[in-house]
């Protein structure tokens, strides 16, 4: 699996492997200029099996203010060098 969208709310998860739309999960992940892995609690929200790799949606449950703060900062990153 490997994350094919990140937003504030949510990523999408692109892989051959999915779980059903409603089940209760954890994403754990590393950005990049952050030393902390990030565990984020949420649900899957949406699939998408209409292209060769299926899709899911990962809607974030309440995130913590470290959790929150360490993704602005990557998407504004993100954003500001494209």
Do not use: K
Not at 40 to 55: A, C, K, Q, V, Y
Not at 62 to 71: F, K, P, S
């Amino acid at each position: 699996m490997y994350i094919s969208n990140l937003s504030q709310g949510g990523l999408a998860l692109t892989g051959p492997h999915l779980d059903r739309e409603g089940t209760v999960c954890e994403v754990s992940m590393t950005l990049p200029g952050h030393p902390d892995r990030l565990r984020l609690h949420g649900h899957i929200s949406w699939i998408d099996t209409s292209s060769e790799i299926p899709t899911m949606g990962f809607c974030f449950g309440n995130l913590g203010r470290e959790q929150r703060v360490a993704l602005a900062n990557f998407l504004l990153a993100r954003f500001h060098n494209s």
